[in-house]
């Protein structure tokens, strides 16, 4: 199962994760019977907790076009978080998001199983604490640092190549979306060296921003974003608008694949890392 778990953090981390692993305390702590119900709290389980001590994920973590660990998820049981999965489990942590079905939450709580409800990050500060906490949740703390010393790193080393004079980018989304300020995505653009057109139009969180607002900031740099596969679809279609080439032409435009972007993680250290790479 060793073997299943390398991922794109390189060996200095992979190094880390097996001394951490080597010097692991509190047997009486550590839950063995962790089940994830959401796919952002999949990641961080896949990443931190042992093999051993996984029961269930999520199916969503299956999907290798929205799951980062989607090639390590496939070791492990997949629910669809209902109730009559789960119990036969008999988990001793129970791992959700803000949005999971909160009726199965609920229950679950009321039978008395441990739930732990994750809210999604919108920084990389926000990131680092919610590592921490699920690493500490699964006495994996060293596991934790690790992994946090890793994306660290990485932000670092890209942040230091960033130009004095920034361009600007924006990120749009099918059906007409894009990333504002007090989003992830607004992080991982400052961090790889972008000011982000969204923001800077007004833009907060996940909104709708209209084509002709979009054309008009004229970005220097256009980031794609599709939801799973990026396949045909209606909402789709607003990515391939003539509009959108036409006024792109001469200039960066880029898709970051969904599953880097579509969980607030340390996956995003590689997101930033592309950025990085087709800075203008």
Same mark, same amino acid.
């Given at each position: 199962?060793?073997?299943?778990?390398?991922?794109?953090?390189?060996?200095?981390?992979?190094?880390?994760?097996?001394?951490?692993?080597? *010097?692991?305390? @509190?047997?009486?702590?550590?839950?063995?019977?962790?089940?994830?119900?959401?796919? &952002?709290? =999949?990641?961080?389980?896949?990443?931190?907790?042992?093999?051993?001590?996984?029961?269930?994920?999520?199916? !969503?973590?299956?999907? /290798?076009?929205?799951?980062?660990?989607?090639?390590?998820?496939?070791?492990?049981?997949?629910?669809?978080?209902?109730?009559?999965?789960?119990?036969?489990?008999?988990?001793?942590?129970? *791992?959700?998001?803000?949005?999971?079905?909160? @009726?199965?939450?609920?229950?679950?709580?009321?039978?008395?199983?441990?739930?732990?409800?994750? =809210?999604?990050?919108?920084?990389?500060?926000?990131?680092?604490?919610?590592?921490?906490?699920?690493?500490?949740?699964?006495?994996?703390?060293?596991?934790?640092?690790?992994?946090?010393?890793?994306?660290?790193?990485?932000?670092?080393?890209?942040?230091?190549?960033?130009?004095?004079?920034?361009?600007?980018?924006?990120?749009?989304?099918?059906?007409?979306?894009?990333?504002?300020?007090?989003? /992830?995505?607004?992080?991982? !653009?400052?961090?790889?060296?972008?000011?982000?057109?969204?923001?800077?139009?007004?833009?907060?969180?996940?909104?709708?921003?209209?084509?002709?607002?979009?054309?008009?900031?004229? /970005?220097?740099?256009?980031?794609?974003?599709?939801?799973?596969?990026?396949?045909?679809?209606?909402?789709?279609?607003?990515?391939?608008?003539?509009?959108?080439?036409?006024?792109?032409?001469?200039?960066?435009? !880029?898709?970051?694949?969904?599953?880097?972007?579509? &969980?607030?993680?340390?996956?995003?250290?590689?997101?930033?890392?592309?950025?990085?790479?087709?800075?203008?």
């Amino acid at each position: 199962m060793a073997a299943a778990r390398i991922f794109r953090f390189g060996p200095r981390f992979l190094a880390a994760v097996l001394l951490a692993g080597s *010097l692991a305390g @509190g047997a009486d702590a550590k839950p063995r019977r962790v089940v994830s119900l959401n796919l &952002c709290a =999949d990641q961080l389980v896949l990443m931190l907790a042992e093999a051993s001590n996984i029961a269930a994920v999520s199916y !969503l973590s299956h999907d /290798p076009a929205n799951s980062y660990m989607a090639s390590v998820a496939r070791d492990f049981p997949a629910t669809r978080g209902r109730v009559e999965e789960i119990l036969p489990l008999e988990p001793d942590l129970i *791992l959700a998001g803000r949005f999971t079905s909160q @009726g199965s939450v609920a229950f679950l709580k009321r039978m008395g199983h441990p739930v732990a409800v994750l =809210d999604p990050p919108e920084d990389f500060a926000g990131i680092r604490a919610q590592i921490r906490r699920v690493a500490a949740l699964l006495d994996e703390v060293e596991r934790g640092e690790a992994l946090l010393s890793d994306m660290d790193r990485r932000l670092e080393r890209t942040g230091r190549a960033a130009p004095a004079g920034r361009r600007t980018a924006a990120f749009y989304m099918p059906n007409g979306y894009t990333a504002g300020g007090g989003t /992830p995505i607004h992080s991982v !653009l400052a961090a790889a060296g972008f000011r982000n057109a969204a923001a800077e139009l007004g833009v907060t969180g996940t909104a709708a921003l209209s084509m002709e607002r979009l054309v008009a900031s004229d /970005p220097d740099v256009l980031i794609l974003g599709s939801f799973g596969d990026g396949g045909a679809s209606i909402a789709e279609e607003t990515l391939r608008h003539p509009a959108l080439a036409k006024s792109m032409k001469g200039k960066t435009l !880029l898709r970051i694949p969904t599953r880097l972007w579509v &969980c607030p993680g340390p996956m995003l250290a590689e997101a930033v890392e592309l950025l990085a790479e087709a800075r203008p």
